[in-house]
């Protein structure tokens, strides 16, 4: 990585340099001592300042950061791009080092970050740094400071909510090898580089596998191995334990951004990266993906989507959210700032877009997680669903969870089922529903506070079973005595409740209980 300056400003294709560890070091130790971190931002900028500055509003940030003082200085200048007095940094960072490796650049007294270096919480506490292109930390490429960013294709975005929902969603377990497939500026390669022994990152943007160096070192991770290629093209014929990406999902005509436009026919990109993970996993090995895709006329989105699911993989697929192809056109032209240039162009872009849907067939199109796990089963489970409501993050112990729940039932035939035994999950409670006053309730509904957060309503044999369910009688056990209790006879009884049983096990209800071998 070069360095290079204009009249005093680095120029737009010119970074920072990594070649100096010790550099990277030291203006790591110089940030965490001045507190710039996220919890130190909170406490200077104030709650309402803090979130304005995520929506991309700096005004309450910059009234906050008047008085002088070293997180105050370090705010302005890597959060707010701001001149700051070179007498004023040079009590918080080590100036001599920054400007000769490219961080900091200088014209007259004044210095001028040539990165968005935006404080990160890890998920056990660590105070990471993400490193971006200026004005990308947040709010897309229209984000602080955007200016001409908007329409520089290869802009390299910080942290926004898609990648902190993979982040959250991903399956942390100790892994061998992990690959950040679309690595931007490198926050999955950087939660993966925390319990994997090597980390590959790969992105079409050679700006980006820079960005994805600059994050790790100034993060204190140790490096990755960088690869610039398309999809699995520069990985050849390696395989992993764990793949994640969010890449280029966006269904666009053309490929403008290269941070968000996949370049391919409609949501083929997307398609193409789930059949072709199948072949780069090891078997036990998880891949997942934020995506997009068509709802196409004719076609059931389940359906479509399953067939996009390689052999011998188990997948899950959550839609989070569906848009009409206007609301989702003018999304993303908003996300380039489309909407603030001329009005003939921006109307032009949308009828392009518009047109763009209406050849593929496209009526909608749906946002969501793709999660795959490696068995080799020739009896694979695939589970695709909607599911707009909150949920609990991070989800990664839930989505292996979920994996774990699919094996048991798998292997596990009715007579297994009643001779196992079970016990609530926690966070579980019963809602009972029904007319005030009324002896019996009408529905009764078992919810869940974790995770995925569901609700699911049962007969009274249901609740009254998952009610007793401690892990210490087996399921026919408990079904008997329900039978008992109810007057009903316990061979019927149990010869229709397996199904509740299995459906309450798969969406996390009921825990199985591993008994100790005879």
Known sequence: MGRGEDNGRVSP??????????VADRLRKALLDADFTADG????????AYAALARSETVPALRATREDGPLAALVRLFLLQQDVPHARVA??????????????TQDGDQ?????????????????????????????????????DRRTDTAVVLGVGGASTTLAGITVRMPVSAALDLGAGSGIQALHAAQHATRVTATDLNPRALSFTGLTLALSGAAPAEVKEGSLFEPVEHETYDLIVS????????????????????????????????????????YAQFLANWQHVEGEDWQDRLRSWVPRGCDAWIVQREVQDITQYAELWLRDAGDHLRDPEEYDARYEAWLDEFEARKTRAVGFGWITLRKTGSENPSVTVEEWPHPVEQPLGDEVRAHFERQDFLRDTDDAALLAGH??????????????????DP???VLRSHRGMRRATQVDTVGAGFAGVCDGSLSAGRILDAIAQLVGEDPVLLRDRTPQQIRLLVEQGFLDPVPQPSA
């Open 111 to 147: 210095l001028r970050a040539t990165v968005d270096v935006r404080p990160y919480g890890g998920p056990d506490g660590e105070d990471w740094f993400i490193v971006s292109d200026l004005g990308c930390a947040v709010g897309g490429a229209g984000g602080i400071g955007g200016g």
């Open 41 to 48: 931002l909170l406490e200077l900028l104030g709650a309402p």
């Open 442 to 444: 009408e529905h009764v």
């Open 422 to 439: 079970f016990k609530l999950a926690a966070g579980v409670v019963q809602e009972q529903v029904g007319l005030p006053g009324a002896e």
């Open 246 to 285: 969010n890449p280029p999902f966006v269904i666009s005509p053309g490929a403008r951004l290269t941070y968000r436009d996949g370049g391919m026919s409609g949501d083929d990109l997307c398609r193409s990266l789930v059949q072709e993970a199948g072949e780069r996993l090891n078997v036990g090995g």
């Open 91 to 104: 009590t918080v960072l080590p100036v001599d080092d920054c400007l000769a490796d490219g961080w900091l």
């Open 13 to 22: 294709t010119t970074l920072p340099t990594t070649d100096r560890p010790e």
